[in-house]
């Protein structure tokens, strides 16, 4: 029983982790350049070195990708709101 949910739990892990992968590559090509202004000039390296971020944070940044989010979102935290 415990054998089987550890083989689902790494299933499902390798699933998203490939997953991913195959979304970072994408989004390091097109995608970043689209929802970051900063990104569009941005060289090889810096393609290379958001990979490991994008492949872990891959369903953030599909919805910011695919809602055409510019900007990020502002931080909401107690300081923020007293100053307004």
Not at 3 to 19: C, D, P, Q
Not at 50 to 56: D, H, M, Q, R
Request: aromatic share 10%; no cysteine; net charge positive.
């Amino acid at each position: 029983m415990a054998e089987s949910i550890a083989r689902g739990v790494l299933w499902l892990t390798a699933g998203y982790a490939g997953i991913g992968l195959v979304f970072a590559l994408t989004f390091a090509a097109l995608g970043a350049a689209r929802i970051d202004p900063n990104a569009r000039a941005a060289s090889f390296g810096f393609r290379v070195v958001i990979l490991p971020g994008a492949t872990a944070l891959w369903p953030l940044l599909l919805r910011r990708w695919l809602r055409g989010d510019v900007e990020p979102p502002l931080e909401r935290n107690a300081h923020r709101d007293a100053a307004r």
